[in-house]
């Protein structure tokens, strides 16, 4: 039904796949199955500010890409698709087993939880507990079997455009101490217009968090409501990695040291600076620098057994990339890219430059990554040593095969059109999971013998 409607709007679906889908996704129901339309949903509405833009948000104005005729183009294949959404019947059994074959092993899909909209991250205690947050703002606790529970005591946080509720970690020790890190957009107290990243520590107490505050708050505060960064990990030195994006102002932050914005940085268990993090004693810079020059790294996984720290970076319209992350390295965002502006404009001519890491690897187009995982478990003899990315774009799971010095030598397109993927991790029971968005849902992958 949706190819037949889209064809009485000219070139709206190629332009919305060339221009929108990198943000958006491809499949465009998913972009139209929202509750809330921040501008309106009228025509006109969208119209405006595909037209004009909306910065704060990170909407880009597409006035000089694209003709007035050419939006409304765009604007009639979103409304068609809305109509079309409106009498969809919806059959049932959207959930019976997914079988897929990878490297000889199949693998089948099941169902773990459905009672998110956005499954931002999860993480697992040794119990079997799987903690997952909504970006909304909510935090639940499920075990096999039993219902969720949602988790009283969270922080306020900051929910539009690309804010709200993110990553969720526990604490090494989480089996003694019941100490639990949350990431997530916070609002400033003084200026409710301003916000960043924070990282929340509070002690889990039955289906409360106790004693909570946060332990590091970016700086600065920022009027938009993107590029949050916001993944979380420890590593077997007990230091805590987070991720920072350029929250939208790429000339202004990521290749300077005056603030935490476009970085990866490193912390104490605490929040506090290790004092051998790399710009330690640079006048001026932020102590909890790790590396720089990044734009919005979604992704952040651990290889314990080589130590080393891998993020994927959302990148603009083409470059996208998966970076090994390394002490004090710059990786170039936005002097080096392999992208483009969303408008089709050229960002640099550069695509490398001495001093500046280049990608172990890059997406051109862009599959939107969110989300990342290092495969160590043997459940999955054939992945093990590989890294898993979400596409938000596209609908899938990218498997990437490193060799022995950490090149990408393979890939593989794993689960196509299982939904926008927001959050992929291998947790302590050795199952690798993974949520998309728009209905929320969360998978185990689970291999059949």
């Not at 679906?13 to 221009?19: F, G, P, S, T």
């Not at 187009?365 to 093990?384: D, E, H, L, Q």
């Not at 990218?398 to 397109?413: A, P, Q, T």
Request: hydrophobic fraction near 35%; charge should be negative.
């Amino acid at each position: 039904m949706l190819e037949a409607q889209s064809e009485n709007v000219g070139q709206g679906k190629a332009l919305y796949n060339e221009y929108c889908a990198s943000c958006h996704s491809k499949n465009v129901k998913d972009f139209i199955d929202r509750e809330n339309w921040v501008y309106g949903d009228s025509r006109s509405d969208i119209f405006k500010v595909v037209k004009e833009g909306a910065d704060l948000d990170g909407m880009p104005a597409y006035a000089e890409a694209l003709s007035d005729s050419q939006i409304a183009e765009v604007v009639d294949y979103i409304l068609a698709v809305i109509e079309d959404k409106k009498s969809a019947d919806f059959a049932s059994g959207q959930d019976d087993d997914i079988v897929f074959v990878s490297e000889g092993m199949k693998l089948k899909l099941e169902l773990v939880a459905d009672n998110i909209n956005s499954p931002w991250g999860m993480t697992q205690s040794n119990d079997g507990r799987l903690f997952y947050t909504d970006k909304s703002g909510k935090l639940f606790s499920k075990s096999d079997g039993a219902d969720p529970v949602e988790i009283q005591g969270l922080p306020k946080v900051v929910y539009r455009g690309q804010g709200g509720l993110m990553d969720v970690i526990l604490h090494p020790d989480f089996d003694r101490n019941n100490r639990i890190y949350l990431s997530y957009s916070k609002r400033k107290e003084d200026d409710e217009d301003l916000s960043t990243t924070a990282i929340y520590a509070a002690i889990l107490q039955g289906d409360q968090l106790k004693q909570g505050s946060d332990i590091f708050v970016a700086e600065p505060f920022e009027e938009t409501f993107r590029h949050y960064g916001s993944r979380m990990i420890i590593d077997k030195d007990g230091y805590l990695f987070l991720t920072v994006g350029d929250r939208g102002r790429r000339d202004e932050y990521p290749q300077k040291l005056d603030n935490h914005l476009g970085k990866v940085l490193r912390l104490n268990d605490d929040g506090s600076a290790p004092e051998d993090n790399p710009f330690f004693n640079t006048p001026n810079a932020k102590k909890e620098i790790y590396s720089l020059g990044h734009r919005n790294p979604q992704g952040l996984c651990y290889d314990a057994a080589n130590h080393r720290v891998y993020d994927n970076e959302h990148g603009p319209r083409g470059g996208d990339e998966i970076n090994l992350v390394e002490k004090g390295a710059n990786y170039g965002w936005p002097v080096i890219t392999y992208g483009i502006n969303y408008t089709g404009t050229k960002i640099t001519d550069l695509r490398e430059k001495e001093g500046m890491e280049q990608p172990l690897r890059y997406w051109v187009p862009s599959i939107a990554t969110c989300g990342m995982a290092f495969v160590s478990s043997n459940k999955y003899p054939k992945w093990k040593g590989n890294i898993l990315s979400g596409s938000l774009k596209f609908d899938y799971l990218h498997r990437d095969v490193l060799d022995e010095n950490g090149k990408v030598v393979k890939e593989e397109k794993l689960f196509p059109n299982i939904g926008r993927m927001r959050s992929v991790l291998q947790c302590a029971d050795g199952f690798l999971y993974f949520g998309v968005e728009d209905p929320g849902k969360i998978y185990r992958i689970v291999p059949l013998r």
